[in-house]
């Protein structure tokens, strides 16, 4: 079992490492895995991390107890003319996160997605989205932490959970 973990604010210097966690959560599946270049340079995922940390971006990253970054959770202001998978307006953040197999499962998402969603409350967001493709075990726990379906897709669900 790993050891224990600690969160940290994210920080500009982090991109490359939130770039390792969009593959991480586009390759969830067993045997599913596609080439690292392939995720990060497709829109549908550049999208997340283009240009970190710019104005309105803000996460957090859980390192093990030698200080190697293990997971990470962020969230972006996209805009309605470049909406990511998750979203459901204008003002409403998307969250992304991604957390290295060895460590899933020992509440290291859990962390993450708590410290996020309290700065996204401090911040006055009454809302906050992701999006999960069906059958990935994060489902669980986004709606063990408030978050609901709020638009089925095709072959994945954008949830949204109240700050307020």
Known sequence: ???????????????????????????????????????????????????????????????????????????????????????VGTGVPELIIGVRPIWRAHGVGRALLRHLCAHARAQGFGRISLSVERGNFAHTLYRSEGFAITAPGVGRDTMVKRLR
Do not use: C, K
């Open 1 to 87: 079992m790993p050891a224990s973990f600690s969160v940290r604010p994210a920080a500009q210097a982090d991109g490359g490492f939130l770039a390792d966690m969009i593959v991480e959560a586009a390759n969830w599946r067993q045997g599913g895995a596609r080439p690292r270049h392939d995720i990060i340079a497709h829109p549908d995922h550049s999208r997340y991390i283009a240009g970190w940390m710019r104005p309105g971006d803000a996460g957090f990253v859980a390192v093990d107890g030698q200080g190697e970054a293990v997971g990470a959770a962020w969230y972006r202001m996209l805009p309605r003319t470049d909406p990511g998978f998750g979203y």
